[in-house]
């Protein structure tokens, strides 16, 4: 950085901000901590928007024949809400995690690219900002959260313009802190901190965001083509022009299907971080564990067309996919008798957040057994597009992703408040969660099973008044959840408010994160650890004789850990007594990516000046974020 | 290592979430068990094609139960058994056992490879097209399914009908399907053809054909649906097949065969016919009648107009269907629920239609990439006299 000018004078925004304390400071900030923060309020708010068109869904399908409201209204609201849980919750809310916890994990002080971070943060929220703004412009999308074409180009109207540009923006912000992560644990582990040393958290972390790297260009490519055939007129996935519509169901579940894993590892990570600290016990079968996460990133690049066993493929393309399908269960069902096991033996506490983990157990081996099914390829045609597959799906999701994403939030709470979440209120929150999802999602396997097509505005009654019965208890359990909603809303405002100190180390815990004050400190660690165990902060505080007997050690008296040798030849060690130099807070992510906005729109209304702002805005922003000097003082 | 931050863990045992997920699921299969009528359900299959996805479905349902009830009892084992109880000793390390890792890995691994070799061959058979069947070519529209019958028309020509597929008893069955509008894939979508007591769906598909085989038991009538979204109106596609014995087959081809009479002069009926195609200008749509988009073989029109289009249903004997407007309203007046249809038509439901269809079923009859039935702005009596010329399409 030596060529960089150190600048406090000239205009406004060729300086650098300063501010790193108080609200204003959130909108130049780098740092990975307060981002992370950003993202899970952010996701909340997401959640909330999809949770109410879930609830409109399912009031529609509440009795046969229900006029409640409109076919339009009800296929703009069920295509929102897949749209919102996957792009806009479940993935974000696995960037909060990962921006909070993986430095923090690895022994480092931010990410990688912590400007590139913001830009990450920031695509994100514009995106989901221009994803809504449809609701208000003619109409939000309409076409399914997979958009197939024809369909998707059919539709007059900017519904799916909406679709295909938005998802490009997200796309960016995905891929960019896809690049970010990568980078951050490859690069930036402590010493000591060797692959196979790692949290499993970390590990499913970079499976994920290699999963992003190598499929978000896929999509990309397919809604550019959508976007132009919507747009332009092109005919990329118009048969009567030569073009082909199974192209794009391709290109989506290239990406699709890894999606899944994306949306599910990360709370895989979370629940093996969870489960091992309350059971007072290592993860049971680290390795497999992570090889598991690593073949099913693997494999999972080998399965998509196990959507498309009805479309127009031949018996060739249904049996090879119908048996990657299979196997792909295979390191799934490794990690849940590991999880199982890590339990077995141990010495459970149940607190919130492992009655979540547990939880996530139970309900994702449920998705998983039914997922199974899919793959018997025959009966896939009789299940695929009923509510059967909507039970699976949110098994996994909701039982899976949203189960370990809460247990993880129960968890971290104290790591990132220095406050502990009320306990009572977490159990009545665990338990009407768990109650109304199995009264949601239970029903609708059998209404699946009893012919219910999924994403159908009318419930006809001709089906039979056992799946009139089944739709009707599923509405009461989507009721159930709104009032678990908020339930955790409460006890997560409260608990902020006025929870109870909770001291760095609440949970006994045994990753590096812990080892650190609660709430983290700006800088992470004043001094960065050297780690000589996996699970290092429980090695400093329990020795582990050779029959796996554990005894407390005293502390900074581990006998095979000298601390201070391993410092000495630390070259960070200095850190700790001088200046610790973190990234400078900028402007430029924020006034680069709202360029986004006039960007999206000009590619929709085909609007030239428009579109000539947003270029010389991001350029400008651009070229800002390239000259930006640092702070001034922080030269060194 | 009790932490005083945490609250204390009470000792007393309470309900575990799996024992709900357990009865939950009893009660759902029990729940099923006692529904007799569920008329498109997959659990009640009606033909090979059905029957063989089933068989290895509950193959799979059992096995799948199996590991179910190891897996959560397993979790209510652990998490009954080795709850802290508070005299805060530390359990044994235990990191990990490769034996059992390896156990778990191949022991599914082997199951799966078991289920895999009759599912990839119950694949290949049901993409196996039976020498000699019957084909019949299906065409999906925005909502609602075409059939034509190749060659069983007059001298050899296409047999052409809407909404129901009518099939012969215990027959080999192809279907060749793809998906059009107005006779061209411009502005046609993807479907999904699916009546589950026959077969298992397949996307229709516009510019391919895909097909289905199946195989028909006795004379029976079966409910279906489109199940791939297909837009606006994708809940409002619906479908059924009857399965006649061969005589009555033979009959019905013979019906479907013979062209439609007009009416006798000055009886309500010939004035729906004249109706059908000198409609009053519609607002909106300019000089539109019924033959610009329906068929009816036979039909003459007063100034001689023919009605030979095929962008709606073909109406030639739309009578001797039972449900109308993409399955989704009875023709006939039905006595016991959905099936049940008796003689008896259903006139006020055909007349609200006639008079504004895009009220009785959400379609984007006007505007860019139209779809569906526009409303045609006409008197309730002119729509009393269209049906009245309607019902007598037997």
């Known amino acids: 950085m030596a060529s960089t000018t150190t600048s406090d004078a000239g205009p406004l925004l060729a300086r650098r901000p300063m501010k790193t304390q108080g609200r204003w400071s959130f909108l130049t900030t780098v740092d990975h901590k307060k981002i992370g923060i950003m993202y899970f309020w952010t996701t909340l708010v997401f959640f909330a928007l999809g949770g109410f068109e879930a609830v409109f869904v399912r009031t529609q399908l509440m009795k046969a024949e229900s006029t409640f409201m409109a076919e339009e209204l009800y296929n703009q609201l069920f295509t929102m809400h897949g749209v919102t849980m996957v792009f806009l919750v479940v993935m974000p809310l696995s960037a909060a995690f990962f921006n909070y916890l993986l430095p923090l994990m690895i022994g480092a002080r931010d990410v990688a690219f912590p400007r590139l971070n913001a830009f990450s943060y920031w695509v994100y929220l514009f995106g989901g900002i221009f994803l809504y703004s449809s609701f208000f412009l003619g109409g939000a999308p309409n076409g399914g959260w997979f958009g197939y074409a024809p369909l998707s180009t059919n539709i007059p109207g900017n519904n799916m313009a909406f679709y295909a540009m938005s998802l490009q923006i997200l796309g960016i912000s995905s891929l960019a802190a896809s690049v970010n992560f990568i980078v951050t644990i490859v690069n930036m582990r402590a010493v000591g901190m060797t692959f196979m040393r790692m949290p499993v958290f970390v590990w499913m972390s970079l499976v994920v965001n290699f999963l992003l790297l190598f499929s978000l260009p896929i999509i990309t490519v397919g809604l550019i083509m959508l976007q132009f055939d919507i747009a332009l007129g092109t005919s990329f996935y118009q048969a009567s022009a030569g073009g082909d519509p199974i192209l794009w169901q391709h290109l989506f579940w290239l990406f699709g299907h890894p999606e899944v894993y994306i949306l599910i590892l990360p709370a895989m990570g979370i629940v093996s971080e969870v489960l091992p600290t309350f059971s007072k016990k290592p993860l049971?079968?680290?390795?497999?564990?992570?090889?598991?996460?690593?073949?099913?990133?693997?494999?999972?690049?080998?399965?998509?067309?196990?959507?498309?066993?009805?479309?127009?493929?031949?018996?060739?393309?249904?049996?090879?996919?119908?048996?990657?399908?299979?196997?792909?269960?295979?390191?799934?069902?490794?990690?849940?008798?590991?999880?199982?096991?890590?339990?077995?033996?141990?010495?459970?506490?149940?607190?919130?957040?492992?009655?979540?983990?547990?939880?996530?157990?139970?309900?994702?081996?449920?998705?998983?057994?039914?997922?199974?099914?899919?793959?018997?390829?025959?009966?896939?045609?009789?299940?695929?597009?009923?509510?059967?597959?909507?039970?699976?799906?949110?098994?996994?999701?909701?039982?899976?992703?949203?189960?370990?994403?809460?247990?993880?939030?129960?968890?971290?709470?104290?790591?990132?408040?220095?406050?502990?979440?009320?306990?009572?209120?977490?159990?009545?929150?665990?338990?009407?969660?768990?109650?109304?999802?199995?009264?949601?999602?239970?029903?609708?396997?059998?209404?699946?099973?009893?012919?219910?097509?999924?994403?159908?505005?009318?419930?006809?009654?001709?089906?039979?008044?056992?799946?009139?019965?089944?739709?009707?208890?599923?509405?009461?359990?989507?009721?159930?959840?709104?009032?678990?909603?908020?339930?955790?809303?409460?006890?997560?405002?409260?608990?902020?408010?006025?929870?109870?100190?909770?001291?760095?180390?609440?949970?006994?815990?045994?990753?590096?994160?812990?080892?650190?004050?609660?709430?983290?400190?700006?800088?992470?660690?004043?001094?960065?650890?050297?780690?000589?165990?996996?699970?290092?902060?429980?090695?400093?505080?329990?020795?582990?004789?050779?029959?796996?007997?554990?005894?407390?050690?005293?502390?900074?008296?581990?006998?095979?850990?000298?601390?201070?040798?391993?410092?000495?030849?630390?070259?960070?060690?200095?850190?700790?007594?001088?200046?610790?130099?973190?990234?400078?807070?900028?402007?430029?992510?924020?006034?680069?990516?709202?360029?986004?906005?006039?960007?999206?729109?000009?590619?929709?209304?085909?609007?030239?000046?428009?579109?000539?702002?947003?270029?010389?805005?991001?350029?400008?922003?651009?070229?800002g974020w390239i000259i930006e000097p640092l702070a001034a003082g922080d030269d060194d | 290592m009790r932490d005083p931050h945490l609250h204390p863990v009470p000792t007393a045992p309470r309900r575990r979430p799996v024992g709900r997920v357990v009865l939950l699921a009893l009660l759902a299969f029990a729940l099923a068990a006692c529904s007799a009528s569920a008329p498109q359900s997959v659990l009640d299959p009606q033909g090979p094609a059905a029957q063989q996805p089933d068989d290895l479905f509950r193959v799979v349902l059992l096995i799948a139960l199996v590991v179910f009830l190891v897996v959560q009892g397993l979790i209510i084992y652990a998490v009954v058994k080795f709850r802290d109880n508070g005299d805060g000793e530390l359990p044994k390390q235990v990191h990990g056992n490769t034996k059992m890792e390896l156990v778990w890995t191949i022991v599914p691994a082997l199951i799966l490879a078991g289920i895999s070799v009759p599912t990839i061959k119950a694949v290949f058979d049901l993409a196996e097209e039976p020498p000699g069947a019957m084909i019949v070519e299906v065409i999906g529209h925005s909502w609602w399914w075409e059939y034509r019958y190749p060659g069983l028309g007059p001298d050899g020509t296409d047999l052409i009908t809407a909404n129901e597929m009518v099939l012969p008893e215990n027959t080999d069955i192809t279907l060749k399907m793809t998906a059009e509008e107005s006779g061209s894939t411009a502005n046609a979508v993807i479907h999904a053809y699916w009546i589950p007591a026959l077969a298992g769906k397949q996307d229709v598909v516009p510019g391919r054909i895909t097909t289905i085989n199946l195989q028909t038991s006795g004379p029976d009538v079966y409910m279906g649906q489109c199940t791939e979204y297909c837009g606006l109106s994708h809940a409002n596609m619906r479908n059924y097949a009857t399965v006649l014995s061969a005589a009555d087959f033979d009959a019905w081809v013979e019906l479907q065969g013979t062209p439609a009479a007009m009416p006798a002069e000055g009886s309500d009926a010939a004035e729906g016919a004249r109706l059908f195609a000198q409609l009053r200008d519609v607002e909106g749509l300019g000089q539109r009648a019924c033959v610009s988009c329906h068929a009816i073989s036979g039909y003459v029109g007063p100034d001689g107009e023919v009605a030979g289009a095929g962008v709606g249903p073909d109406l030639t004997h739309l009578m001797d269907r039972e449900m109308f407007a993409g399955a989704i309203f009875d023709l006939y007046e039905t006595s016991d629920g959905w099936g049940t249809w008796t003689d008896e038509p259903n006139v006020e439901d055909l007349v609200k239609w006639v008079q504004n269809a895009p009220e009785m079923k959400a379609m984007r009859a006007t505007g860019e990439n139209a779809l569906g039935m526009p409303n045609l702005g006409l008197t309730e009596q002119e729509a009393r006299q269209i049906v009245a010329y309607l019902l007598t399409l037997k």
Request: no cysteine; aromatic share 16%; glycine share 10%.
């Open chain 1, 284 to 623: 049971f079968g680290y390795s497999f564990l992570v090889f598991a996460g690593a073949a099913i990133g693997f494999i999972g690049f080998g399965v998509w067309a196990h959507h498309m066993f009805t479309s127009a493929i031949g018996p060739v393309a249904r049996a090879s996919f119908g048996l990657s399908t299979m196997f792909i269960a295979v390191p799934t069902g490794i990690k849940i008798f590991n999880w199982v096991f890590t339990m077995i033996g141990g010495k459970i506490k149940f607190t919130t957040a492992m009655l979540f983990s547990v939880g996530f157990v139970a309900m994702f081996t449920i998705g998983g057994l039914s997922g199974v099914t899919h793959a018997i390829v025959p009966h896939d045609y009789q299940q695929t597009d009923t509510y059967w597959v909507v039970a699976h799906f949110h098994y996994v999701l909701f039982g899976g992703a949203m189960f370990g994403g809460v247990s993880g939030m129960y968890y971290w709470f104290p790591k990132v408040t220095g406050k502990l979440m009320n306990e009572t209120l977490g159990r009545l929150h665990f338990w009407t969660w768990f109650i109304g999802f199995n009264l949601t999602f239970g029903p609708m396997h059998m209404s699946g099973l009893l012919g219910q097509p999924r994403r159908t505005a009318v419930l006809p009654a001709g089906l039979g008044d056992a799946v009139v019965l089944y739709n009707l208890l599923s509405t009461l359990g989507a009721f159930v959840l709104i009032v678990s909603s908020l339930i955790f809303l409460v006890n997560l405002i409260k608990s902020i408010k006025s929870g109870e100190p909770s001291g760095n180390d609440p949970w006994d815990a045994r990753t590096l994160e812990w080892m650190t004050e609660s709430p983290t400190p700006e800088v992470n660690f004043y001094e960065i650890p050297v780690v000589a165990h996996r699970d290092e902060f429980w090695h400093r505080k329990y020795a582990e004789d050779e029959a796996g007997v554990l005894r407390p050690v005293p502390a900074g008296a581990s006998e095979d850990h000298d601390v201070d040798a391993a410092v000495a030849t630390d070259e960070h060690a200095d850190d700790g007594h001088g200046h610790i130099h973190m990234p400078d807070p900028s402007y430029w992510p924020l006034v680069m990516t709202a360029a986004f906005l006039p960007f999206g729109y000009a590619v929709i209304y085909k609007s030239a000046p428009l579109l000539l702002l947003a270029a010389v805005w991001m350029f400008a922003g651009f070229y």
